[in-house]
């Protein structure tokens, strides 16, 4: 291990260098540095009348290694942009005022929490309109404009036992014993959670007294929607008795301004959930899907009458899933995302389910990797406002309407002239398993020369219910800068595909999609321009429990970087961050009842057959994927004598691998270098 965590101190010693040689000019490929130079957008937001877009800009500030976030504005017609909310502590959840002249917004402009904010745009005027002892969220305005409605953590007291004695005055005594009671008493990137609850609170939008709306040991989640008369508000949560241990379970619910009183609007087994009332008040749309304990489920649209009656599935005949719905004006029809072939789309639902496409090429924050994603918004005249992206751009503003959409932002041009990029192409593949067709992209270096003899990199998405697309990956784009050829796929199990696809691997994960990716390896040697005898593979989460599965029953790769893995499926599912989802919707019974089940699936099953040197990476505060699991594979790995490495990315979180630049350019290097040192000699040109 020791030996691993040196070699990222050299690795990140040579980034910053000071007694490095200079450059003899700029750098004509992606380079580790560029990372803090990226922007993206993210979170549109259409003013009600279509005449402006508020959207968060994002970019990394290269001295505290971080994300900041802006709020700008942009003009449809022209593309004119200007910044609305900026500074050291920026901002961000724009969300406009019915009338659209307001803008609330959630910054740390004055002070360490994060607190509502209210600009009038007429005058440029900004007040903090309450006072809150944390960060809102699923800000919404009433349709009168009075009030905005928010959810927020309300600490409770937790689990008490026994008296504490008391401390003499000046004494300095260990901390308090921590008692946990709780099912779920962590998560990824919160760490261990404080007891308590969120729930629903208003304050009028020009100040005043917060006032809480919900109360008792449950959690509101999802998007708030206002009714039409601004006196209830619409909601999802789980208000069953025993909630915590039911992970798929919720309900749509209203509650009362006046009264406080509750109703709930549907009676299911499986989760209904962002919910969001017609313009007119009469119906409200809403997703979810009928639970059947699968591991993958197509989420539908949904609408009902405003009291609930006369549900009814409006993309039933779809066979994908459907999330963000937004009326249109009108009343008339709904407006949501879905992902058909990794490709995200936007389209709009009829009330007799008709559907039709109006936006394509969404493309989402994940910048390290090329997960589908994207976001979007439309106002009442039926313009939208999206992220868009490809392979060679990071999600940018796009406004347009039938027409389609026009990119109107251009945040990385500057740092792309002149630079030569990785080429991303679709890559035809058959399963050698079936001869389904697998979608495949493989990227090729910059300056690709198809008549040389390129290593390949076999990069692998999570999930293992996810998907990739032809979209920006920082990783992709720094291995084929590296002189590595790369591809990438959606194996069976992945989403956009269709729900038999995904669940291909319902109970049978990892299975036959280690066939599909074998086929994806042998599809790009196929080429002509990959070095067989020079294969790498890695992956990160499902990602990572497929690089170490294939290396157990593989040798034909070099090398391998099993990042943030499953390795032993009882040891997972009794130390991640959802224990009462992964036993129940992934295997047929608790580890105790069925030991065979989870050993025969866990790549330690096949650590015996391991002959690859295989890094080990892993954030030291991951929940999701515990430091437990990659500290097995690492210590098997050890006592058969298999090269190996152990990386623990400080501070980290399964979520937050690669979210601050340093470390992200630093484990893409150790991969780099790892790879490096068991690449055999380059092939002859052909």
Known sequence: ??????????????????????????????????????????????????????????SYDVMTDSPRRAIWLAAPGTGEQRPLVSGPAGGGSPRWSPDGRRLAYVSSAEGDRAQLFVRWMDTGATARVASLPGGPDSIAWSPDGRYLAYTLFEPDEGLSLGKPMDKPEGAKWAEPLTIIDQMNYRADGAGYLKPGYNHIWIVPSDGGAPRQLTFGAFDESSQLSWSADSRAIVFASNREKDWKRAAQESEIFAVDLATGAISQLTHRKGPDAEPAVSPDGKLIAYTGFDDHLRGYENQRLYVMNRDGSNSRVLTGSLDRSVQGPQWAGDSRSVYVAYVDHGVTKVARVGLNGKMSDVASGLAGGGLDRPYSGGDFSVAGNGA?????????????????????????????????????????????????????????????????????????????????????????????????????????????????????????????????????????????????????????VTGGSGGGVLSAWIIGNTDRFKAAAVQKPVINWSSFVLNSDGPSFFY????????????????????????????????????????????????????ALQIRGVPTALVKVPGASHGSIAARPSQSAAKTLAILAWFDKYRATPASVK
């Open 1 to 58: 291990m020791r030996s691993g965590i040196l070699a990222l101190g050299v690795l990140l010693a040579a980034m910053g260098s000071a007694n490095a040689d200079p450059r003899p000019g700029p750098e004509k490929m992606f380079a580790p540095e560029d990372l803090f130079s990226l922007e993206w957008a993210s979170d549109p937001q259409m003013r009600p009348d279509g005449g402006a877009v508020a959207y968060v800009r994002s």
């Open 584 to 635: 129940r919707y992934w295997f047929s019974s608790p580890p105790w009842e069925d030991p065979d089940a989870y050993w025969k699936r866990s790549p330690l099953s096949l650590v015996g057959k391991v002959t690859t040197p295989a890094l080990v990476i892993v954030g030291d505060e991951d929940y999701r994927t515990p430091v437990s699991e990659s500290e097995q594979y690492y210590e």
């Open 384 to 536: 939208i406002a999206a992220t868009v992206g490809d392979s060679h751009t990071p999600p940018e503003l796009a406004i347009g309407g039938k027409g389609g959409l026009r990119r109107s932002s251009r945040l990385n041009d500057d740092l792309f002239l002149g630079k030569s990029l990785a080429n991303v192409e679709a890559l035809p593949v058959n399963s050698s398993f079936d001869k389904r067709a697998i979608d495949a992209w493989i990227v090729t270096p910059p300056n690709f020369d198809p008549n040389k003899k390129y290593p390949l990199i076999l990069e692998i998405h999570g999930g293992p219910f996810a998907s990739y697309g032809p979209v920006w990956s920082d990783d992709d784009q720094l291995y084929a800068a590296a002189g590595y050829v790369v591809v990438y796929s959606n194996p069976r199990g992945s989403t956009s595909y269709g729900d038999e696809f995904a669940n291909q691997l319902d109970r049978a994960y990892p299975g036959h999609d280690y066939d599909d990716l074998m086929s994806v390896v042998d599809a790009a040697i196929a080429k002509g321009f990959v070095d067989a005898n020079n294969l790498f």
